[in-house]
């Protein structure tokens, strides 16, 4: 994958990751307001970890990846000094 891309990925992850959080919050919050609470926040908050938790997975896959590829140039860097 381009690096470009890469960026791109780790992006998404996190925006990911801060709707899933979202989506939580805002059922629970709404739920609140609702004759049906408890299957709305449940529903809700299921979704938002889920969300959560992919983008959070997809973060760090990538973000591992480029300190992989920064570390291998970087050593290359020094043993050609």
Known sequence: MEVG???TVI???HKSAQLGGGLALGSGVTAKLAE???AIASLGVLAGI???VVGLLVQL???KKRDNRE???HERRMKNG
Do not use: M
């Open 5 to 7: 891309h890469e960026q």
């Open 11 to 13: 992006a998404v992850g």
């Open 36 to 38: 049906n609470y408890d």
């Open 50 to 52: 889920a969300v959560g």
């Open 61 to 63: 896959h990538y973000q």
């Open 71 to 73: 570390q291998l140039l």
